[in-house]
């Protein structure tokens, strides 16, 4: 009998608001040609020499070559993927709250991305849209309590 186990995968991020409440976003081209960009929190996989704040803080700036400050934990999600073109995973991906060093964006750095923007807290919740993770964040951003969410499978929750 063949067992195919699981990888287990870390992906992490951050919830970067401005003095004005708006959140940064990245805009991402689509994984394989003809699949259309999506909005996303700036999120990486964790390498395995890092932790998941100093991922979080490559994630920012990797993205939107924004310098950041992790503080507390925003949630996290965790999910069971078993595609084709990933693999088979057990996902745990983190965000934590940041603080920005800066305010200048640049996406130009980053071939995935096609844009960075500060959006609206009302307006990011719905661009991330209504799976898992935009539920996450739109529940955190209303309550700013962490929270730790469990993806029921067949839910789309992956940014990374």
Known sequence: MTVNPYERRLGCGAIVQNQSGEVLLV???GAT???PSS???PVVEAEAW???RQAAVRAVHK???LVVD???LAFALEWREDGP???RAVWMLIFYRASARGAVIDHRRDPEVLEVRWIPPEGAKMLVGT???GAALAEWLASGMAASYEVPPGEEARPV
């Open 39 to 41: 909005w996303a929190l």
């Open 70 to 72: 992790p503080e507390e």
């Open 33 to 35: 040609p003809g699949e």
């Open 85 to 87: 073109a990933r693999g």
């Open 131 to 133: 799976g898992a993770l």
């Open 27 to 29: 805009r991402r081209r």
């Open 63 to 65: 993205r939107a070559a």
């Open 50 to 52: 890092e932790t998941s």
